[in-house]
């Protein structure tokens, strides 16, 4: 990239260059994409298309709006300027009442086609919808609207995405996800409670860059950031394998730091990237588990909000973490350490870690923490 261009960006966006080419380097390897791709993002954002964005809310607590507002890579107001046209958002909008609607009608108008939508929150279809309306129209009939003229829709935060938290049993509203009433166009889902900012920004720079949405799943996500279950790259996973788990909060294993299945994570059913990508930059990152509370499945349709807190997750996978070494059979040794960890994964996640690898592999049996035994 030129030093034109990065002289320009300074100027404009008060970012240093390393600022700006850190935020490009970590949507890029949110994304996961190849090496270069960076300065494609650099070029896509200094070209200044800023996509127009209509952010509506309804049934929800405002969190996913509030974790956006932590996103500090660049602080938002940069992103407001640079990366997208905030054009409609009533939370942030300076705007109220008759004079906020007309904003919104007229960004829609003159974009025509070309807006982003992005809904935070579920939509009430009780009775008509009425337990949801903004400026006297019902969020059935605003998302209907909204979405009619969109080039692309985004469903923020698991609310709008399944229904999440408004759409737990008895579910008096009748709360949905967006894709339950838009169904002529593609919803990307972004679950969470709330998602991650930056799997959010990652999206949209997405677009902006390369003029299309990122591959999604067959839940509508994009595969970048729920491609995988939390369980893989969790930092407590070895203490899983090794069968150490926290057996009550504030006990001397959850005070060591051990695996939080027995207290009810949902990290082995439970797609996500929260423990690569971390919440709270300010802080300096952290996410649920890190903090000793086990994942609840925010995020996941069926999981959260619906299978109680207490509950036993059911591991997905018994997959190894690709973290672990590879197995190297060394001679005249048998099963070295890295292939007991192995072995401890793959037992582990059917039984019980500790008792099935020290039987296996004819070790003296551990401390009886494993899975089965209560
Ligand atoms: Fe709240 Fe968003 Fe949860 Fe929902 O996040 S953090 S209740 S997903 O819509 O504001
Ligand atoms: Fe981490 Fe939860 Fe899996 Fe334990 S069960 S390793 S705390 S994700
Ligand atoms: Fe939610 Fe679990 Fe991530 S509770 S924020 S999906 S760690």
């Known amino acids: ?19 700006f080419m850190q935020f490009c380097a970590a949507m890029a390897a949110t994304m996961g994409l190849p090496a270069g791709a960076e300065a494609e993002i650099a070029n896509a954002i200094v070209s200044g298309k800023r996509p127009p964005v209509i952010w509506l809310h309804f049934l929800e607590c405002t969190g996913c709006t509030e974790s956006m507002l932590r996103a500090e890579h660049p602080a938002l107001d940069k992103l407001i300027l640079e990366v997208i046209s905030l054009d409609y958002h009533e939370t942030l909008f300076a705007a109220s009442g008759h004079q906020a609607e007309a ?7 003159a974009n025509k086609g070309k807006y982003v939508l992005v809904v935070e929150g579920a939509i009430s279809t009780k009775d008509g919808g009425i337990y949801c309306k903004v400026g006297g129209q019902t969020s059935l009939d605003l998302v209907k609207e909204c979405a009619a003229d969109a080039a692309a829709v985004i469903a923020i935060g698991s609310c ?7 759409s737990s049993a008895p579910n008096p509203t009748g709360a949905v996800g967006v894709a339950e009433i838009i169904k002529d166009k593609p919803v990307v889902n972004i679950p969470g409670c709330p998602p991650s900012p930056y799997n959010f920004l990652s999206t949209v720079v997405h677009y902006l860059t390369f003029g299309v949405l990122p591959d999604l799943d067959d839940k509508g996500r994009p595969k970048f950031a729920y491609g995988r279950i939390i369980h893989e790259n969790c930092e407590r996973r070895p203490h899983f394998d090794a069968g150490r788990f926290a057996q009550e909060f504030g006990d001397e294993g959850h005070r060591k730091g051990y695996c939080l299945y027995k207290l009810g994570c949902k990290g082995p059913e439970t797609f996500a990237n929260c423990p690569s990508i971390l919440f709270n930059d300010v802080g300096g990152g952290s996410w649920p588990v890190g903090t000793g509370h086990p994942c609840i499945g ?3 349709k069926g999981i959260g909000f619906t299978k109680p807190i207490h509950a036993l997750a059911d591991p997905l996978y018994i997959t190894p973490p690709e ?16 292939s007991a960890a ?16 020290a039987r296996n592999l004819g070790k003296s049996k551990p401390e009886d923490t494993s899975i089965g035994k209560e």
């Open 1 to 19: 990239m030129s030093d034109d261009i990065l002289n320009a960006i300074e100027t404009r966006l008060g970012l240093s260059r390393r600022s």
């Open 103 to 109: 904003a919104r009608k007229s960004a829609m108008a």
């Open 160 to 166: 709008a995405a399944w229904g999440g938290m408004p």
């Open 298 to 300: 925010c995020s996941e």
């Open 323 to 338: 973290s672990y070494p590879r197995i190297v059979e060394e001679q005249g040794q048998g099963v070295t350490l890295g």
């Open 342 to 357: 192995t072995v401890a994964v793959i037992g582990g996640l059917a039984v019980g870690a500790g008792l099935r690898v």
